[in-house]
């Protein structure tokens, strides 16, 4: 019993060892995210971070410090996985401002090979307008899939207002794809 939590303990210290990702790197999720001439892109990151605020600043002004707790650690959870290039997620919008109704997207992307390298250090701590009912129409489209990257599997889901957003955020990842995989339509 001794030797089976020594080597746990041996091998919960080794998986926090330092893996060299970043976020910025050439297989980050960061670097996968599609690129779409004339629309504007937004990291989500601080969408969600005033998310998890704004619910965890509720739980606490409620006294539900345990919720709180839990909150907490999520959302630096993920702001771990972001730092490691493990997942990212963008918000696209055209920048032509004067149609009615104007194209729209999001897309995230995770590299699962990097969600697996870090699952341990991020869990123990994080090692670190003017348009009117007539004339607005939106066409929703989404989609995921997986496909490897130079021998990583990475994931991806994308919504869109319009097909031709999705269309785009499709060829983008078809490009880096060796082979892929859509998981649904």
Do not use: W
Not at 18 to 45: C, M, Y
Not at 64 to 82: D, N
């Amino acid at each position: 019993m001794r030797l089976a939590c020594l080597l746990m303990a041996i091998m919960l210290l080794a998986a926090c060892g330092d893996t060299g990702n970043e976020a910025d790197d050439a297989k980050s999720a960061q670097r996968l995210l599609p690129n779409l001439v004339d629309f504007s892109a937004s990291d989500i990151d601080a969408t969600v971070d005033g998310a998890f605020a704004a619910v965890g600043g509720a739980a606490l002004m409620g006294g539900q410090f345990g919720l709180t707790a839990v909150i907490a650690k999520a959302e630096q959870i993920l702001q771990c996985f972001q730092d490691r290039g493990a997942l990212a997620a963008r918000y696209y919008q055209q920048s032509d401002t004067s149609l009615t109704s104007p194209r729209v997207g999001a897309s995230l992307v995770i590299n699962q090979s990097r969600v697996n390298q870090e699952l341990v250090n991020c869990a123990l701590g994080g090692q670190e307008d003017e348009s009117s009912a007539q004339t607005f129409s939106i066409e929703p489209c989404a989609s995921a899939g997986t496909f490897a990257y130079e021998g990583d599997t990475i994931s991806y889901v994308y919504v869109g207002s319009h097909p031709d957003v999705c269309d785009v955020f499709q060829l983008h990842f078809d490009n880096l794809a060796e082979t892929p995989t859509p998981t649904s339509e």
